[in-house]
């Protein structure tokens, strides 16, 4: 899978929300953004890195940047893991990962020595023209929402 690079485009995307709205990248033209992939809502990982995002909301929010996490859930699982951890910010259902796909987020991993196709945890800054600044592949959870603050307040 191609990796997307600062300056490249973002890649377009419609897709349902946990409400079930449609939530189209076209929609945050005009400010900063920061997209997320992840893997399954609710797991440990997936849950540190929503919740940490969460924490750092308003100093993004204060830094202009709007926050939409991807994974391959549905819109119900989605609803219930933002409800259940009060995270406020737009989880969007890409299950047929083509999206993480066009993103560079999907791909081979292994665990246990299994390999299998899967979402790369990875996290992307978007300007307010589309085209992305930062991209981080293979990103910690603990360290999608610093890593952007950071690229933020060096710009």
């Known amino acids: 899978m191609p990796r997307l690079e ?7 995307f419609a897709l349902s ?3 079930g709205a449609k939530v189209k990248l076209s929609e945050f033209k005009g400010q900063k953004l ?3 992939f992840y893997p399954k809502a609710g797991t440990s990982g997936c849950t540190k890195q929503a919740c940490n995002i969460r924490d750092h909301r308003q100093y993004l929010t204060d830094l202009g940047v709007a926050v ?3 994974s391959p859930d549905q819109p119900e699982q989605l609803k219930k893991f933002d409800e259940k951890y009060s995270l406020g910010f737009p989880l969007l259902s890409d299950p047929d990962h083509k999206t ?6 999907w791909g081979e991993k292994s665990m246990y020595g299994k390999k299998y196709e899967g979402v790369i945890r990875s996290s992307f800054l ?3 023209k589309g085209h992305v600044t930062h991209a981080w592949y293979k990103i910690k959870p603990a360290d999608t929402a610093p890593k952007a603050t950071a690229a933020l307040e060096a710009a």
């Open 17 to 19: 929300d946990q409400n």
């Open 126 to 128: 978007v300007d307010e």
């Open 68 to 70: 939409v996490g991807i």
């Open 6 to 12: 600062p300056g490249d485009t973002a890649p377009s």
């Open 34 to 36: 920061l997209v997320y």
């Open 100 to 105: 993480a796909e066009r993103w560079g987020a």
